[in-house]
């Protein structure tokens, strides 16, 4: 009975350490670009996701290659950039309403991809908000550069993979790879850490 009691003990003792490592790990080292469509119409997600593939295009070609640092600080410099294309998308489809673009930490629920799963939490990103921004939102890892297009269905390539090896503990990696097992609880508990920390 004391053995299971001291491994309860030690149970709730590492849980919560393990947890914000991991919830620090994924919030430091990933930027998450979230793209805000301005309704639920068709016409207004269908917009959307062409703004999305100018903006990942582009950033492809401007940001490639650097430190998440220099990335997120040249992400900063081209907000302009950023909101000016998508403009230039809503412009084309004759929209009333135009882009806005800031970079913030923001909550982005969890998100389910074919071989990769990222835990709900409060994350660095881009923010691109389309008019109203009041439709169904569009979420992806932007840094390293992991965006996910429909169609790729989700769909983490070998690169990808090793780029996320590289950049997070083997802990996280395994936490969000379905390569690795991924434990239900632990998973939960991240999310849980996610939020207290953020409700300081």
């Known amino acids: 009975m004391k053995k299971w009691i001291f491994l309860m003990v030690l ?8 947890a914000g490592s991991v919830s620090r ?7 998450r670009l979230h793209i805000k469509a301005n309704s639920d119409s068709v016409i207004d997600q269908q917009i959307k996701l062409e703004v999305r593939n100018r903006i990942l295009a582009q950033a492809r070609d401007t940001l490639q290659g650097q430190k998440k640092e220099d990335f997120c600080k040249n992400l900063k410099t081209h907000l302009p950039e950023w909101t000016a294309i998508a403009d230039g998308v809503l412009a084309e489809n004759g929209c009333d309403y135009r882009a806005s673009a800031s970079i ?6 969890r998100k389910a991809y074919q071989n990769i799963m990222m835990p ?3 994350y660095e990103s881009l923010v691109l908000t ?4 009041a439709g169904e939102n569009w979420w992806c890892v932007v840094y390293p550069p992991l965006c996910f297009t429909e169609e790729t269905v989700g769909d983490l390539s070998e690169e990808g993979k090793k780029i996320l090896r590289e950049k997070l503990s083997e802990e996280s990696y395994q ?7 991924m434990v239900e609880y632990r998973f939960k508990i991240v999310e849980l850490v996610q939020k207290l920390l953020h409700q300081r």
């Open 120 to 122: 709900e939490g409060h």
């Open 25 to 31: 790990d994924l919030s430091g080292e990933l930027l």
């Open 130 to 133: 389309l008019g109203a921004g």
């Open 11 to 18: 149970c709730l003792c590492y849980l919560p350490v393990y």
């Open 175 to 181: 936490l969000i790879s379905k390569d690795g097992v």
């Open 104 to 109: 913030g930490t923001v909550y982005i629920p």
